[in-house]
């Protein structure tokens, strides 16, 4: 087996492969934050939380009614996309003429109570998840062992991340969206109804992060923490890459989840805070982020 | 209501009163849109005491008035854009007080703000075709081309990139497409060059010539005098006078002491 800079390949390529995968959540998780943030100016805290309730409902939908992975694909974040809309209809939308730090505090104590209802009915110890058979088993790359379905998350991962671009950056319901986080009474008194958008904004935000939550539940075991241990990280990669741009929050999604798995290879100790430090160093050199803009 | 629309110069007054053709100031006509007695508030401040005024079908009408006066508020709550008025704006014979501005635009009144409000995340083309359509019977792409040829050319620039009078242009082009047949044009001459400014006077002139009923507010005197068919005076949230373009020289230094000019 090759080397380089005498580390041996495979294991180098391996943490390479876990930087990706762990990049493609951060990815999708940061980039529903952004979504949410651009237009509704809260601060999702529940986003961990419905990350969760994402793998959780993909659990219950094959434990209790035997629906398959691919079903609990499309849906799950229907499903938790739904609850995300009657959140916002009942609670978030009373909160838009107060300071932001009200909509702060809602969703961090909604993340508590969901993560509590969970912890309460299915404890903590985790439940399994099986990968679907048509993933089972690896492919040899030559330089590497490739896993299936880690294959397919990131491949699912930027396929939905790029649609989502897409989406926002080049469709018409995108502009009104665009236009709607510059100058919503304006684009109100085009007629649009910016209630409904604000509101079907919040569903797709939490819908990616119940999406997220399906394609983790096969890799991490399913677990009311799995959610607020991923969402303090995700939150500096937000900080990092600044909360204005949609292809910001996806590129730094998957650049810090590979520098974190270079930093596993060269200098172990450090990858737990790697993020964290660069997080340090962006704000003291651009306090708007990478890609954000000032406001 | 229908049969008065898009009617100015064609059609003859069912009284058949001698002067209403010639006079627009006594249009025989119901009002497109008739505002009375409106009243505006930002948060606590009382800013309008009881707007009214009345714009016939096909009419350019100004209000006119010093800085501060109330105009643009006067704009944004016929439009619905203050977080409480009272009164009356009738437009078209519904009643909009109640309306939001989504239903007061999908009735067909469309604003092109002072500030302008061109998005900086939108191209000027995604600008141009952002308002949806309210009516059937807006201007084609080509038309509005026709009267703009700087944005054909400028479709894939970034809306903010554009000139500053560039950017007036684009601002009232977008609410043009929509079907909408009343205009809330909020100082569209506003720093711009001379040779801009008659550019829209001449728009104007031509999208009364399509059948459009405007409402300009204007802190170029002359501008308006050249466009506008009737002056609203506008004074501490109130409308104080009403002039006739006809009859604007005759009242020149009532004029001028209103304005402080
Ligand atoms: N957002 C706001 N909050 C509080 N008061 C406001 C606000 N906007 C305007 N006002 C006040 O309302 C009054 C009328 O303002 P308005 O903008 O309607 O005047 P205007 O006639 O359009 O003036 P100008 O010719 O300078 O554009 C002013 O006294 C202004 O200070
Ligand atoms: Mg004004």
């Known amino acids: 087996m090759f080397e380089i800079f005498g580390i041996p390949a495979a294991a180098l390529f391996g943490q390479l492969l876990l930087g990706l995968i762990n990049g493609s959540f951060y990815a999708l998780l940061s980039l529903g934050l952004a979504v949410i943030f651009g237009l509704l100016n809260i601060i999702n805290f529940a986003h961990g939380a419905q990350y969760m309730m994402g793998a959780f409902v993909a659990w219950m939908l094959l434990s209790y009614l035997g629906i398959n992975y691919w079903w609990a694909l499309i849906l799950v974040p229907l499903i938790v996309g739904a609850f995300g809309i009657v959140i916002e209809r009942r609670m978030i939308s009373r909160l838009y003429q107060l300071d932001h730090l009200y909509g702060l505090l809602l969703t961090f104590g909604l993340a508590l109570i969901i993560q509590g209802l969970f912890r309460n009915q299915y404890g903590v110890s985790g439940l399994p998840y099986s990968i679907p058979p048509q993933l089972q088993g690896g492919t040899n790359l030559g330089f590497m062992f490739l896993p299936n379905y880690r294959g397919w998350v990131v491949f699912a991962s930027l396929v939905v991340c790029f649609g989502t671009w897409f989406l926002i950056e080049k469709t018409r319901l995108g502009a009104y969206l665009r236009a709607a986080t510059e100058n919503p009474a304006m684009v109100g008194a085009f007629g649009i109804n910016v209630p409904r958008l604000i509101t079907l904004t919040y569903g797709f935000g939490v819908g990616l992060a119940a999406l997220a939550g399906v394609l983790a539940a096969p890799i991490y075991s399913v677990n009311p923490n799995m959610g607020a241990d991923l969402i303090i990280v995700v939150f500096a990669v937000v900080v990092i890459g600044g909360m204005g741009s949609i292809m910001g929050a996806i590129l730094t999604g998957f650049g810090l989840g590979i520098i974190e798995g270079l930093t596993r290879v060269f200098y172990p100790e450090a990858s737990a805070v790697v993020i964290f430090v660069i997080m340090a160093i962006v704000l003291m050199v651009k306090p708007t982020g990478l890609f954000g803009r000032a406001t | 209501m229908k049969p008065f629309r898009r009617t100015r110069g064609s059609s003859k007054p069912i009284s058949g009163s001698d002067m209403a053709s010639a006079q627009p100031q006594i249009s025989p006509a119901a009002p497109l849109l008739s505002v009375a007695d409106l009243a505006a508030w930002y948060g606590e401040s009382h800013v309008l005491h009881g707007i009214a005024f009345d714009v016939a079908p096909g009419e350019v009408v100004t209000l006119l008035g010093r800085n501060g006066a109330g105009k643009t508020t006067t704009l944004k709550a016929i439009m619905g854009m203050l977080p409480r008025r009272t009164g009356s704006v009738k437009f078209d014979g519904c009643e909009l007080i109640k309306a939001p501005p989504r239903a007061i635009a999908r009735a067909g009144v469309a604003l092109c703000p002072e500030e302008r409000a061109i998005f900086s995340s939108l191209s000027v083309e995604e600008n141009l075709m952002l308002p949806p359509r309210v009516k059937p019977g807006g201007l084609s792409l080509e038309q509005i081309f026709e009267m703009f040829p700087n ?21 009232i082009a977008r609410i043009l497409r929509t079907g909408a047949k009343m205009l809330l044009l909020d100082e569209p001459t506003e720093g711009l060059a001379p040779v801009i400014v008659q550019q829209i006077g001449r728009t104007i002139a031509h999208l009364k010539s399509e059948g459009f ?49």
């Open chain 2, 151 to 171: 944005l054909k050319e400028r479709l894939s620039s970034q809306g903010t990139k554009l000139s500053g009078g560039e950017q007036q242009m684009l601002a």
């Open chain 2, 213 to 261: 009923t405007i409402v300009l507010v204007e802190q170029n005197f002359h501008f308006a005098a050249s466009v506008a068919d009737r002056h609203y005076i506008v004074e501490q949230g109130r409308v104080i006078d009403m002039i006739p373009n006809a009859a604007l020289d005759a009242n020149i230094g009532k004029l001028h002491a209103y304005l402080g000019v």
